[in-house]
């Protein structure tokens, strides 16, 4: 087995059970998994799914986002504690009024590169690995969000965390979905046939969202799905409800959330409850993920 770096040392991030108090008394059993608190700086499923990459197997790394991404933070700070050279494909152009994100990496001894939106665009294409291979020669390249079979792995042994914290299993699991690795890393950790991983879309993607995921499974499974309806216009959009929904959140819970992501979550199960989508005898985890660098 491949020895994981010090830096990855296992981390069990606490469980904490929640509610709200205008839900009715038939509401399910809820608990928040806090991988939030696992660190200041590579949040939530960032540091699962990087994990099992083997950053300390290569001489260079270089990866893609946004001006915003929490998955080229994490990464970014990583490779400076590995003494790691890392190159960030950034969307888009901040060389005048970088992002706090940015500045983080430029701090911690990253590279930088700006990228004009044709390119970006064919990041999942051979066009793209043909221009890397050309102008990043050596260096080993991490997808979009982490998004790997590895990151699957690292995902998946957080059911296993769950396991071993509450009493009873819970029958379903639900966490934001914007790349698909976190929701498959839980159905591919899930203990028993009859839970149910929930994702909730935080972009717009119907069918494409699915097929992300679904490219990370073994076989065709019936025991998840991702409910599209709290996209909110879009990814790292908001509309009028969620930004009032996150107010009054923050007014009864000292939970942190961002409207990109844990936002979405927490009003999408919020009304899921009110809907009366689940009985009484359920019991949710829900997936804080971390990462606050849209709201910085």
């Not at 904490?16 to 008394?25: A, G, T, V």
């Not at 608990?31 to 994990?51: A, E, M, Q, T």
């Not at 979905?177 to 159905?187: K, N, R």
């Not at 499974?217 to 930004?243: C, F, M, R, T």
Request: glycine share 8%.
């Amino acid at each position: 087995m491949t020895p994981i770096p010090p830096i990855f040392s296992q981390i069990t991030s606490p469980i904490e059970s929640f509610s709200l108090p205008h839900w009715p008394q038939c509401a399910p059993k809820v608990w928040v998994k806090r991988d939030d608190l696992i660190h200041p700086f590579v949040s939530g499923n960032k540091w699962r799914k990087l994990k099992y990459a083997n950053l300390h197997h290569h001489k260079k790394i270089v990866s893609i986002g946004g001006g915003y991404s929490n998955h080229l933070h994490a990464l970014g700070y990583l490779c400076s504690q590995l003494q790691l050279p890392f190159t960030a494909l950034v969307r888009g152009h901040y060389g005048a009024t970088p992002t706090p994100m940015l500045n983080d990496l430029q701090n911690w001894g990253c590279h930088i590169e700006y990228i004009d939106k044709k390119l970006y665009a064919t990041r999942d294409t051979e066009q793209f690995k043909t221009w890397l291979d050309e102008h990043h020669i050596g260096s080993h390249f991490i997808p979009e969000g982490g998004s790997t079979a590895q990151a699957v792995k690292g995902v998946s042994e957080l059911c296993d965390e769950v396991h071993t914290q509450l009493s009873a299993l819970p029958t379903h699991f639900i966490t934001p979905v914007a790349s698909g690795a976190t929701l498959a890393g839980l159905v591919t950790g899930m203990a028993s046939t009859t839970q149910r991983a929930i994702g909730i879309a935080v972009l717009k993607g119907k069918g494409y969202l699915e097929q992300q995921v679904q490219r990370f499974l073994p076989k065709a499974q019936e025991n998840w799905q991702i409910q599209h309806g709290y996209v909110h216009g879009g990814y790292a959009k908001k509309s009028d409800a969620l930004s009032d929904f996150i107010i009054q959140f923050n007014q009864h819970s000292t939970i942190p959330i961002e409207p990109v992501y844990s936002g979405k979550l927490f009003f999408a199960v919020n009304e899921m409850i009110m809907n009366k989508e689940f009985s009484s005898t359920d019991r949710l985890v829900l997936l804080h993920t971390g990462g606050i660098q849209g709201s910085r």
